[in-house]
């Protein structure tokens, strides 16, 4: 099919013939013409001077011949000289008029070169429009094809898009699906729990009637012992409280700064003490790891590997290994003892804000890419993969062999998994207002403080999931999405650093600030309290700097 703009210019080019070329063809025509009879002219007087010549010669032929007549008085020499004479006039008057003749040609062809050098210029500066035209024309179809081009291009992205937007809207009802499923297994568990709740209870009834009995039963054996048993109970009682009194008053604050440490050529984002209250380890934006002595600061070891920048380090139980997560997408464990690079745990595509050590063959570890992976030491590779719905900013484990864990994430909320099954147990929403960048578990294990971006920190009751505490303070602003808090020893103060510097330790049951400490420089990005019970508190903020409080 004939694109409609070639139909177009060929229509232009048709008007532009008609205008330039058919307008002339009879100047052209005429010009022809007259340069023919022109030429003809000029032979005809070519050939008219050599006859003029030559009867020029027979002239003076005769003039002589009559001069010799006359001499001789001839009659017939006589005529014969008017005749010649009468030729000659004859022959001029014809010559006067091809003169004229030709001077009136020349003419009419000075005006008819004048004409075509006229229309000359203009079929040139015609033959120079038509030439722009034409080179507009090849630019015009040129842009055309790339324009083409283009429009097929966004097509096949349109398309890309679509099956896109289609693979979306599948997998998004599927996750409907999953979540109606979940929704019903979520109630056939509670119906469940509910049930084994109500079975519980009636074998605690079944359980207590048996227990009275037994008591009957032996009620009269024990009237003689009555006495001493109350002694003892009240003298357990009193060493019970003695015990807890002594552990409050173990527990001081810190007044000022024992240690300033700059070690690292970057920024510091993450703090942490070992178990046994000997070391600190901070991992920073320079991909490297320090390990510190607790007592004096002094720099033990330099673990070096990641690729980019630590954003989470921790101790095992035992103290002897020490991990690090970055945003490299991995997970390296260190031996201490050997200031060596044990195992590096890859499988997260995103990046890696928190691990912990589960015990000394399994770690658990956050990303950015939701998920939740747990490792396998002994083998070194993931065994489990939880999905989280959000990035991970922090974990924590609620018991010793790490059966569940607590993540806080980017959309506000903290979920409760349960490490054998990956399902998850609980979900904590409209806790926070900005997301969650850290979570610890209380040294009883009952608790759970949660720090967020909306400049809180929460203490969770992890029995029924209730808020027992919240902790803020008009100057309290957390500083990093990544900032972490932490409970003292026993779990009656909580401690937290501030984007401005000040670190701030709250009473756990009143939620009073008890002090602040005012020495950093810049946003503090965790803090770290001993654990053998006294006032040490480490802290870090991210202009490279380490303090120890006491």
């Known amino acids: 099919m004939i694109e409609p703009w070639r139909n177009q210019l060929v229509a232009s080019l048709k008007e532009r013939d008609a205008r330039e070329r058919d307008a002339f063809e009879p100047v052209f025509a005429s010009y022809s013409d007259l340069a023919r009879r022109a030429h003809a002219a000029t032979k005809r007087l070519e050939e008219l001077e050599k006859l003029v010549a030559t009867l020029r010669t027979e002239l003076a032929e005769a003039v002589r011949v009559n001069e010799s007549a006359k001499a001789f008085g001839s009659p017939e020499a006589q005529k014969r000289l008017q005749d010649l004479a009468s030729q000659v006039a004859s022959f001029k008057e014809e010559k006067a008029e091809l003169y004229k003749t030709q001077s009136q040609n020349a003419q009419r062809l000075l005006e008819l070169l004048d004409t075509a050098k006229k229309q000359e210029d203009v079929i040139r500066n015609l033959s120079a429009a038509n030439q722009k035209l034409s080179s507009r024309v090849d630019n015009l179809t040129l842009n055309r094809t790339d324009n083409l081009r283009l429009v097929k291009e966004k097509d096949n992205v349109i398309q890309i898009i679509r099956d896109e937007l289609a693979a979306l809207h599948l ?37 207590a009637a048996k227990m009275n009995e037994a008591n009957e039963f032996v009620e009269t054996a024990l009237k003689t012992k009555m006495a001493v048993s109350s002694q003892s109970s009240a003298s357990d009682i009193g060493k019970e409280l003695s015990d807890k009194i002594n552990s409050n008053v173990r527990v001081r604050l810190p007044n000022a700064v024992a240690k300033r ?105 956050g990303s950015h890419d939701r998920t939740i992976k747990l490792w396998d030491l002994t083998r070194g590779y993931c065994t489990k993969t939880i999905f989280t719905l959000s990035s991970c900013n922090d974990l924590t484990l609620m018991d010793d062999d790490g ?11 903290i979920r409760v998994w349960d490490s054998r099954s990956t399902n998850l147990i609980h979900e904590i929403t409209g806790l926070h207002f900005g997301q969650v960048t850290g979570v610890e578990v209380s040294p009883n294990r009952n608790c759970l403080l949660s720090t967020s971006r909306d400049n809180t920190l929460k203490l969770i009751d992890l029995r029924n999931y209730e808020t027992v505490m919240t902790f803020t303070h008009e100057n309290f602003k957390t500083g990093m999405n990544w900032a972490k808090s932490c409970f003292g ?42 654990p053998l019970g006294d006032s ?5 903020e991210k202009d490279k700097t380490l303090l120890i409080w006491k």
């Open 403 to 413: 059966s569940m864990i607590v993540s806080g994430h980017l959309d506000n909320n």
């Open 489 to 530: 020893p026993t779990g009656t103060y909580i401690c937290s650093g501030s984007l401005d510097g000040t670190v701030f330790i709250w009473d756990a049951d009143t939620g009073r600030v008890e002090r602040t400490l005012r020495e950093h420089r810049s946003a503090v990005c965790g803090t770290s309290w001993s």
């Open 171 to 207: 997998e998004l009802v599927q996750k409907d699906q999953q979540t109606i499923e979940s929704t019903h297994r979520i109630k056939t568990l509670e119906m469940e729990n509910a049930s084994l709740v109500t079975r519980y209870m009636e074998l605690k009834s079944e359980q």
């Open 536 to 540: 040490t508190i480490y802290t870090a």
């Open 261 to 365: 440490v700059t070690a690292h050529d970057a920024d510091i984002n993450s703090i942490t003490v070992s178990p046994d209250g000997s070391m600190i380890a901070t991992g920073s934006s320079d991909k490297k790891i320090l390990v510190f002595d607790a007592k004096t600061g002094s720099t033990k070891l330099t673990l070096s590997g990641s690729l980019q920048s630590v954003m989470c380090v921790g101790f095992s139980k035992a103290s002897d290994l020490v991990l690090g997560t970055s945003n490299d997408h991995t997970v390296k464990i260190w031996a201490l003892n050997t200031n060596r690079l044990k195992h590096t745990l890859t499988g997260h595509i995103g990046k890696v804000f928190a691990a912990r050590f589960a015990d000394s063959s399994r770690v658990v570890s």
